[in-house]
């Protein structure tokens, strides 16, 4: 392979997490006995512009066209995000009721009803199917495909220019970067503005979150690789702003050249990316070495568990939940089952492992004595709202970045 924003072959492989299925194929009951296909999940950097991703890459099709469970934003604190990312936005660019906004990969809508319901126009693109007709149903307009200059040209000759363009949790997702960039500007207006927002590598690896790594997620991103990638397309990062969402990412704000002064953000997390060596091979297979321990840290704790007796479940069931369960063979053994409060996972099983997944509502009715917390990056919500479980004696295990019973 090479590397999709300079074409380089020089791509060192410093993480290898071994054979998955992909983390949101959650399959009906009916399909128990179906095969599973396993794809190689491992991450390669790019010796020559530094962006990391992955070395293999899964059909899209496969990941988001059979019937794709995952809703953006069930969480308070992830619907709080996306409107305080609406409200800024219409803020600082001085949006009008007649100015255009599009979301790429805009899923059931969550941010593009927060820009509707502040006065703005919107337009969602996204791949999946049953997630658009979720959105349309909600009065969220949103067509159904995956986004490229093809569809950005029809798309202009129908709506016009658009004002923003935001990808939230999208940009990595996506392999041909070209395509993408050459529909966004198609479809731009000539001062409009492109937003993306996407986990930050560094907190990646300042964190331990391996577990975010999955074949969705085909870039994990940095500042350094996209200054001269989108340079390279006359374009420029003239601002980022760091954000807690999702264990920790990065908001950047991009437009064509000259548009905008270049604010200070943009040199000051350079410096910050160059400081903690992202690029060192040396700082990577450290990280992998961390991974490694991490995994026999949290199995050790699991085995030691289930020999003195205790029931395990675990609590959610995000994307990276699954990695981390299938990477540290954690399964049926030592899971009773996975709760969620999505509907589109309830009364379905793991990818991995078939583990049946059920309404929150079970775990106050088992009342296991650990439930092990997979979507810990929204662990102070879900604890509070599962505050009648450690009430009743029950007890959190969280497992990124130390295993820890809370």
Not at 85 to 94: D, L
């Amino acid at each position: 392979m090479k590397c999709r924003a300079c074409n380089s072959l020089k791509l060192y492989k410093f993480l290898d997490l071994g054979c998955h299925p992909p983390s949101d194929q959650f399959r009906r009951l009916s399909q128990i006995n179906e095969p599973v296909v396993f794809y190689p999940l491992n991450v390669v950097i790019c010796d020559e512009c530094g962006l990391v991703q992955l070395g293999y890459i899964v059909n899209p099709k496969v990941l988001y066209q059979e019937e794709y469970p995952y809703e953006s934003s069930i969480t308070e604190t992830g619907r709080k995000h996306y409107f305080e990312f609406a409200k800024s936005v219409v803020n600082r660019f001085n949006l009008k009721k007649d100015d255009y906004v599009m979301d790429i990969g805009s899923n059931v809508g969550v941010l593009l009803g927060s820009f509707k319901k502040i006065g703005v126009k919107i337009q969602g693109v996204d791949p999946a199917p049953n997630i658009c007709d979720i959105a349309n149903d909600r009065g969220i307009p949103t067509c159904n495909s995956f986004f490229s200059k093809d569809f950005a040209i029809d798309l202009k000759r129908e709506k016009g220019e658009f004002k923003v363009i935001t990808g939230t949790n999208v940009f990595a997702h996506i392999d041909d970067w070209d395509d993408l960039l050459e529909g966004v500007k198609e479809l731009l207006s000539k001062k409009g503005v492109f937003i993306i927002e996407s986990p930050h590598f560094l907190h990646l690896l300042e964190s331990l979150e391996y577990d975010t790594i999955y074949h969705e997620h085909l870039s994990y991103i940095s500042i350094e690789p996209l200054v001269t990638y989108f340079d390279k397309h006359e374009m420029e990062i003239f601002r980022v702003e760091n954000k807690d969402i999702h264990g920790g990412s990065i908001r950047i704000f991009i437009s064509r050249k000259g548009n905008f002064e270049i604010d200070a953000s943009v040199p000051n997390i350079l410096k910050k990316e160059r400081r903690c060596q992202l690029r060192d091979h040396k700082t990577l297979d450290r990280f992998s070495e961390k991974v490694k321990d991490n995994r026999l840290k949290l199995v050790k704790l699991i085995h030691q568990l289930k020999s003195e007796g205790s029931s395990i479940v675990a609590v959610s069931a995000p994307a990276k939940g699954m990695t981390l369960l299938n990477y540290c063979k954690i399964g049926s053994e030592s899971l009773d089952y996975i709760t969620e409060k999505s509907k589109l996972k309830i009364d379905r099983i793991s990818p991995s492992d078939n583990i049946k997944v059920v309404s929150d509502d079970r775990l106050l009715q088992t009342k296991p004595d650990f439930a092990l917390l997979l979507a810990w990056n929204f662990s102070d919500e879900i604890i509070a709202n599962l505050h009648e479980y450690t009430a009743q004696g029950g007890k959190f295990i969280i497992p990124i970045p130390e295993p820890t019973i809370v």
